[in-house]
């Protein structure tokens, strides 16, 4: 193997590609790069086993050949280099690398304990604009939960509708529904509900790579998910897990709406949390005429309360949630002018976004002895 | 299940002393055996990957592994699935928000009727202590009227009153423990703790309600472990400040073989009579009963119907035949209808059903203190002279016996004697002591028959 490349082209993936790193290193090949050269290009690609990323640069390949590198010591070395033309040669267990100044050697491991990220890509099933998954499914995606037993609440479950998908992801407290995920012109929808890794999602919201477009495959065989954007794959699999029926639980009514903007609500949330912060992170939302009263307080603290402008349609009412999902919802929505749906203070209050009925988001009140 | 559980377990031990700790712990430890068909055997991995390297590095590891404890030359093959091994356990693990839409339904209160609230009872003055009391008991269970026991006729509404109650204290607070049950199957549930051997989660369960409502707690006279049973549990809750309602065809002191401890133990709170529908009562049930089965009635046919039947089941049954017929001959329920259809029915209002003269005296004996012979003797009395009359009058309006042959029954009077008597307590029927003390007797003749 032997290839000649940019510097500066591989150190701009070399972050991301750390992302499948495996972090607890139980298995020493988990914390390698993959790297192999085909037809002019020079592939990279790393796995923690639960997901996979595989990305690619133009070299200029002398000879054909693959290896695997420890990660860390290699990103660390590449991202120092600097704007420089690098030259990779493999000789027994031994990876050269050698700019005009500098010559290194990696003690390699061989590709063969590598595992293969895919076997095949899959059929495609949408292809979704980098701007829906920026901000469509940030808005979902946060919902979900990090650790939970139940597998479904860890997922975005994507659900057949009309000319694309809803997306929800709940973790049992709260709830974040899109609708209207467009699929492209060539996506087929699946009959069947897809559920996705969490995890996959963020990645893919903090992928940066050419092109505007993601093409999404699914492989039902392999019970995997691929989505692929410029040069880059990112592999992961299906949850087969039953996603709780949400559709139930999405209140059809309620007896008062208020409506405020997200970054003086946002503000306030940030004040009240200080004194929040012991007592499970109670907040309290009073509903006024014209405005909503935000209000924390800890006895051994002190207390305070927030107004903020807003316009209130219905009866006034009271409502107490966690700061932590308030300020969650409030710092991925991009959008100002919003809107809070309530019908007493122990039924889930719906925040929407004004002007866009795609969008919702659920949080269950926290219930407080008056 | 099991069984391949356990040899996955065999196999994978094998393994483990063969692959380095890492291997195992990342790569193995997530498998399972997913299927073992002739010799093909199938293993889950939870992704891909881990099975691209189980298959290329560890194939011969595995297939030593397999074929030892399998003794077979197995070939083996991979799917991508997750076994999560905490199945159950997940479904306990908390997601209040889709556990919190749940006790907005009623049904969660077992055996009780969501129809039967407070705001679709009907109220006049026979029923309106009985309604005022059981309002005021759902709002502060346990504070002011405990136990409250409700006696009256079948269907007056003693159960509608309670189940009232229980729809009431849920909707307020749907976290109060709720246990509405009828006295039937109390004692089953004692019997059959005890026959399984269970007592203490049957303690449990009565013993740590908010609410006991028991409905016809008559029927436990005679049994003399179901009551001690209550007994405690009777005291234990009102201990605990829990609200008890009871509801009895009869008033307290009138239910027989029930220890007197007890019985003073009902009497101890509030006792509420609940009187037979009036004539207005009933008219009012049922333009309510109409609008529940979403048809117009006008009050012309309800008066009607109301005329034709005491209790409120009964004339729900009228109605419902009513409208039938209505439907049945798609013509509207009309004033004439319900005369032709119920015309010729009779008000059925003490009870059904024959018994012998000899019982019915012996009833009338008990009820008023007195020896059937001193009722037979020509002693004219005052304390003899009423419960002959109404010995009189019940012989003569249940059994349909002649005035002669009443005659003969008492001791030989003239039969114009026994007219008169008979006339003399038709008359006294509008004082309401004298119909009670009738409905008591009819209501004896009926539970002797019961023992018999």
């Not at chain 2, 881990?50 to 799917?79: C, G, N, P, W």
């Not at chain 2, 309670?162 to 009431?168: D, F, L």
């Amino acid at each position: 193997m032997k290839i000649v490349f940019l510097s500066s082209n591989l150190s701009a993936k070399l972050s991301f590609l750390n992302h499948a790193v495996s972090s607890r290193g139980q298995l020493p090949i988990l914390s390698n790069f993959l790297l192999e050269t085909k037809k002019g290009k020079f592939h990279i690609s790393s796995t923690d086993l639960e997901m996979g990323i595989q990305t690619s640069i133009p070299a200029n390949v002398e000879e054909e050949g693959k290896t695997t590198v420890p990660a860390k010591n290699f990103s660390e070395l590449v991202s120092n280099l600097g704007e420089e033309k690098v030259t990779l040669s493999l000789s027994d267990q031994s990876l050269k690398l050698t700019t005009g100044k500098v010559k290194s050697a990696f003690q390699t491991t061989p590709a063969e304990e590598f595992p293969k990220l895919f076997e095949e890509k899959g059929e495609e099933v949408a292809q979704i604009k980098r701007e829906v998954i920026d901000k469509k499914m940030g808005r979902v995606v946060f919902a979900a939960a990090v650790e939970s037993s139940r597998p479904a609440l860890s997922g975005i479950l994507l659900q057949k509708a009309k000319g694309g998908y809803i997306a929800v992801a709940t973790d049992g407290y709260r709830l974040s529904l899109q609708k209207n995920i467009s699929i492209g012109e060539k996506g087929e929808v699946k009959d069947k509900d897809l559920l996705i890794p969490a995890r996959l999602i963020k990645e893919l919201i903090s992928l940066k790579e050419e092109g505007d477009t993601l093409k999404m495959y699914v492989s039902e065989k392999s019970n995997q998910t691929i989505f692929e954007q410029g040069e880059t794959l990112v592999v992961g699999r299906l949850i087969e897990a039953k996603f709780p029926e949400y559709e139930k639980i999405i209140p059809e009514e309620h007896n008062s709406k208020t409506s405020f903007s997200r970054q003086d609500l946002q503000n306030a949330v940030r004040i009240c949390s200080v004194f929040a912060r012991e007592t499970a992170n109670i907040l309290k939302l009073s509903l006024k005429k014209d405005r909503i009263v935000i209000s924390a307080n800890t006895p051994s603290v002190g207390e305070n309360t927030v107004d903020v402008e807003a316009k209130l349609e219905g009866e006034e009412n009271e409502i107490a949630f966690n700061a932590r999902y308030l300020s969650e919802l409030l710092s991925n929505i991009e959008e100002d002018e919003m809107t809070f749906e309530m019908q007493g203070p122990f039924n889930s209050g719906v925040f929407r976004v004004v002007g866009d009925n795609d969008f919702l988001h659920l949080i269950m009140p926290i219930r407080v002895q008056e | 299940m099991d069984d391949q559980k356990e040899l996955w377990g065999k196999i994978l031990a094998e393994i483990e002393l063969n692959v380095s700790r890492a291997n195992f712990l990342t790569l193995f430890k997530r498998t399972a055996l997913l299927s073992l068909e002739g010799n093909v055997v199938t293993i889950a991995a939870p992704s891909t990957m881990i099975i691209d390297l189980l298959q290329r590095r560890f194939y011969e590891i595995i297939k030593r592994a397999v074929d030892k404890h399998t003794q077979m030359d197995a070939s083996i093959i991979f799917a991508p699935k997750t076994i999560v091994a905490t199945v159950e356990q997940a479904k306990e693990s908390n997601m209040p928000l889709f556990e919190e839409e749940k006790p907005k339904t009623i049904g969660h209160l077992p055996r009780v009727r969501q129809d039967y609230t407070f705001e679709n009872m009907a109220v006049s003055s026979s029923n309106q202590l009985a309604y005022v009391s059981a309002t005021t008991v759902a709002k502060k269970p346990g504070q002011i009227y405990n136990p409250l026991f409700l006696y009256g006729p079948v269907g007056c509404g003693k159960t509608h009153l309670m189940q009232s109650i229980a729809n009431e204290v849920f909707k307020n607070d749907n976290s109060k423990k709720i246990l509405y049950i009828t006295s039937e199957e109390f004692t089953n549930e004692v019997v059959e703790s005890i026959r399984t051997n269970a007592t203490a989660q049957m303690k449990r369960k009565f013993r740590n309600v908010d609410l006991l409502i028991i409905d016809d707690i008559q029927f436990i006279a005679g049994k003399e472990k179901i009551q001690e049973e209550l007994f405690h549990t009777f005291n234990i809750l009102v201990d605990n400040g829990s609200q008890i309602v009871l509801s009895s065809d009869r008033p307290p002191s009138e239910i027989q073989k029930v220890e007197k401890r007890l019985l003073s133990r009902f009497a101890g709170g509030l006792t509420v009579d609940i009187e037979q529908p009036d004539f207005e009562l009933r008219t009012a049930i049922l333009l309510i009963k109409a609008k529940k089965y979403g048809v117009g009635l006008s009050i012309e046919v309800a008066k009607i119907i109301a005329e034709k039947a005491q209790d409120a089941r009964s004339l729900e049954g009228l109605l419902l035949r009513t409208i039938t017929e209505a439907q049945a001959k798609g013509e509207e329920i009309s004033e004439e209808l319900a005369n032709k259809l119920l015309g010729n029915k009779k008000d059925e209002t003490i009870i059904v059903g024959s018994f012998h003269p000899d019982e019915i005296i012996n009833n009338i004996c008990t009820y008023y203190k007195v020896k059937p012979t001193q009722l037979k003797s020509s002693k004219r009395d005052a304390f003899l002279v009423k419960p002959r009359q109404v010995a009189m009058y019940i012989l003569k309006k249940e059994l349909g016996l002649t005035y002669v042959e009443i005659g003969n029954i008492l001791g030989g009077r003239d039969h114009t004697t026994i007219m008169h008597g008979v006339e003399k307590v038709e008359n006294l029927m509008g004082k309401t002591k004298l119909s009670e003390d009738i409905s008591s007797i009819s209501r004896l003749a009926v539970e002797n028959v019961v023992d018999y």
